[in-house]
């Protein structure tokens, strides 16, 4: 099945197919007992003791809505008409009985919806972590025995935690979906006070420390799209600020204006810097904040060299460089395509695999250009994320031969789903990691002959329905009706693109695509000298071969 095609299948039903897959996959469907009584007591939610999961959960689910999906229905009628306003909509003075019709507006313009609340709530440790201080990110790394290189940037800490976080909470014996109090161990009651203070929510009276956590949990969602609204409110007037400044405004302006401006911006400027360094340095942070890219200039600066070629020649390497761009753009165009059709989760976990640190806060249009500026590099090493694409027999027979006695136990299980067997994997390779030496060798070489099997056979022995839930992880919607095979397909493209992004697969369709470039590239090369009319047509030859290739991608 060829890719634009499924793409468009996927558009036709993705708002069907999320709307029914949240309704059956809440994030609290796989919460443990203890979380579901955690969030219950965090929101003051009277439940009976004792009480079984069933009726915990139909609890939560109860009362779900009105504080994770809607929590706005309860304010009153300035909380709502406040919080209008700093979405920048103009609201009339409002009576009580307009409340409604605020509630209504407020809808409209909430941080988030349902899906992606739900989003959230199964993956915390992408965002509960951005509203700590680097200092108690630092003191949590230290805490847990978590290295982090010098100097301590906070994208760096971030990461390292992330990293860390579910086999933390393992070996504590804790729980990691909505965690526990050892997630603020390191915290002191004026850390939990202060960080109420500073996102505006009310510290309980009467004040323990069991209440303060309880608080700092229960309004950490709220805190993190605040903070994501107020960062973009800022990238806006700094990306303004950056819109009116022209080459020409640069050029005109003295030393005294430059470093105005790069003190105002935030521009660090070295000492001595000279005034055509100092045009350079606002320039440089002028492209960076403006999205302007390496490849325009490249582009440019590819156009300006080749100007004084002569004119067979130049006619030559344009039909080539279109040929060229038409491989690359095909490539580029599918990988783009496959992306955004990605959770936010399986985006950061691309990022991740590559080691590029994910800053705090960032939305999904930010990691997609984050994803889309290294999509040319390849997953490197092994990861937890490898364990996703291998067969149950493969988990299976990894976690019996892990000495891990937790890991065994759970292979043993004749009614394990792959996704536990996956859990398992994953939490028994990091705490290998962890110790390192032979333990981590050998799970490490686990890997390279179980991937290495799996290349020609890979998903061939997959089932339906585990095809249908690796698909679920990257957030990809199931065309209705697709045979396993179709399902395959596309289990097998959303692999390619995670592993390679745009650069060279094992995949027949970019085989095909490169093999066209290479089998005429050379030849057309060295007719450049020559300045050859055959040079051009064989260029063209060569563009219409790699346009035929792109559309059986």
């Known amino acids: 099945m060829r890719i634009v095609k499924a793409l468009i299948s996927l558009a036709l039903v993705a708002d069907v197919t999320l709307a029914s897959s949240w309704l059956s996959k809440a994030a609290y469907n796989k919460w443990h007992e203890t979380e579901l009584e955690r969030w219950l007591s965090d929101n003051n939610i009277p439940y009976p003791t004792p009480a079984d999961r069933k009726e915990l959960e139909r609890l939560v689910q109860a009362n779900w809505d009105t ?76 805490r847990h025995g978590i290295p982090v290189p010098q100097p301590h940037k906070r994208d760096t800490l971030l990461q390292k935690v992330r990293e860390n976080f579910h086999t933390i909470a393992e070996k504590l014996g804790e729980t990691a979906s909505y965690p526990g109090d050892w997630l603020y161990e390191t915290w002191t009651e004026s850390d939990l006070k202060e960080w109420l203070d500073t996102h505006g929510f009310p510290a309980p009276q009467p004040t323990t420390r069991d209440k303060l956590i309880a608080s700092v949990r229960r309004n950490s969602r709220l805190a993190y799209l605040r903070m994501q609204e107020e960062a973009e409110r800022s990238r806006s007037k700094v990306q303004e600020a950056y819109a009116t400044l022209t080459d020409k405004l640069i050029d005109a302006w003295g030393e005294s204006q430059l470093k105005e401006f790069c003190d105002k911006n935030g521009i660090k400027v070295p000492q001595g810097t000279k005034l055509n360094e100092l045009r350079a340095l606002v320039r440089k942070h002028r492209a960076e904040i403006m999205g302007d890219t390496v490849a325009d200039s490249a582009a440019s600066a590819f156009g300006a060299a080749t100007s004084s070629i002569g004119s067979a020649a130049s006619r030559a390497t344009d039909a080539a460089a279109r040929a060229t761009d038409a491989a690359a753009q095909a490539i580029q165009d599918a990988f783009d395509k496959a992306i955004n059709t990605w959770s936010d989760s399986r985006l950061k976990a691309f990022l991740d695999a590559r080691g590029v640190p994910v800053p705090q806060g960032s939305k999904t249009n930010e990691l997609l250009a984050l994803v889309r500026k290294h999509a040319h590099k390849a997953a490197s090493g092994w990861t937890a994320w490898t364990w996703d694409d291998l067969t149950t027999d493969n988990l299976r027979e990894y976690l019996k031969s892990s000495g891990n006695a937790a890991a065994r136990k759970i292979a043993d299980k004749s009614d394990a789903t792959r996704e536990e067997l996956v859990a398992a994997a994953k939490r028994t390779y990091a705490s290998a ?45 199931v065309p209705q009706g697709s045979t396993v095979n179709e399902l395959r397909a596309l289990a097998r493209r959303q692999y390619t693109y995670f592993k390679y992004g745009t650069s060279s697969p094992s995949s027949p369709a970019y085989a095909k695509i490169k093999e066209v470039l290479l089998n005429g590239w050379q030849w057309v090369a060295n007719q450049l000298k020559l300045g050859s009319e055959a040079a051009r047509d064989k260029a063209a030859e060569q563009e219409k071969a790699a346009k035929k290739a792109h559309q059986e991608l």
């Open 67 to 142: 504080h994770v999906v809607t929590p706005y229905r309860d304010w009153d009628a300035n909380r709502l008409t406040e919080y209008l306003k700093r979405k920048g909509v103009e609201t009339k003075e409002s009576a009580e009985n307009a409340r409604d019709s605020l509630i209504s507006q407020v809808k409209n313009y909430w941080y988030e919806t349902e899906d992606k609340a739900q989003a959230g709530w199964t993956n915390v440790k992408d965002w509960i972590l951005d509203t700590w201080s680097d200092s108690q990110l630092k003191a949590f790394c230290d």
């Open 433 to 477: 990691s962890s110790a390192g030496g032979s333990i981590y060798a050998s799970a490490t070489n686990y890997l390279a002959k179980a991937t290495d099997s799996a290349k020609e056979s890979l998903f061939d022995t997959w089932s339906e329905s585990e095809l249908k839930a690796y698909l679920d992880s990257y957030g990809v919607p």
